[in-house]
């Protein structure tokens, strides 16, 4: 079973269009929403067939996505952001190869080439960012801050990450390949979003950062 799990903040604007688009690409899939929305995304994610797992007042995009995960029934978790930026045809095919036993991670590549709905300085910081922790990790890797992936279950729960403060993905994708987990990388599309970014660019680069140094410290497992 696919779980297809999404982190939500006022997101009335895209969060119906964002679930039919899954409907249609995966219909036998779960669709887990963890909101924290003021407005009626909740309400519209809900007739939209969605369960949705109320966090309020707001704990943080990480601790929202940690519950997101954990809280997962599938076999896979395969994680989306509710903004429309995403391709959901990619979701299948992602969520086919840690189904198959391929991998237990597969990380869906935004910066394989610049994408347009990204601006240069975040594109020019996740590729710093990125270099900096392939020579830490002594393995090459991408994107370290997308919001694309597929997780094995199994994966989650064997994996000790810290979901307080900003860029949770950093450790989601660093720690599996510390603990040796096959770790496959995937080109995908990238779109511009529907309603605002929350993102904040100083904390976010400062957690990136420490979540780099601490996993290639501690490594990766619970214990």
């Known amino acids: 079973m696919i779980t297809v799990a999404m982190i939500t903040m006022n997101e009335e604007g895209a969060v ?85 036993g391929a991998a237990a991670l597969v990380d869906g590549n935004r910066v394989h080439r610049k994408p347009e709905a990204m601006p240069w300085l975040n594109y020019a910081a996740n590729r710093g960012f990125a270099a900096l922790a392939s020579v830490l990790m002594m393995r090459w890797v991408e994107d370290l801050h997308s919001g694309m992936r597929a997780y094995r279950k199994s994966l989650i729960d064997e994996m000790a990450c810290d979901p307080s403060g900003p860029a949770l993905p950093v450790e989601l994708l660093l720690r599996p390949i510390s603990m040796g987990r096959r770790v496959e990388v995937v080109p995908i599309d990238y779109r511009e979003r529907v309603g605002a970014s929350t993102m904040q660019p100083l904390p976010s680069a400062w957690w990136t950062l420490k979540r780099i140094v601490r996993v290639r410290i501690h490594g990766g497992a619970k214990g």
């Open 16 to 100: 119906g269009k964002v679930i039919a688009d899954i409907r249609a690409a995966v219909p036998d899939a779960e669709v887990l929403v963890v909101d924290s929305s003021k407005d009626r995304t909740p309400e519209i994610a809900e007739a939209a067939g969605a369960r949705v797992i109320r966090q309020f007042p707001p704990q943080g995009y990480g601790r929202a996505m940690d519950l997101a995960l954990r809280s997962a029934k599938g076999d896979v978790v395969v994680t989306l952001d509710c903004d429309d930026t995403y391709p959901v045809s990619m979701i299948r095919p992602m969520a086919e190869r840690v189904l198959s």
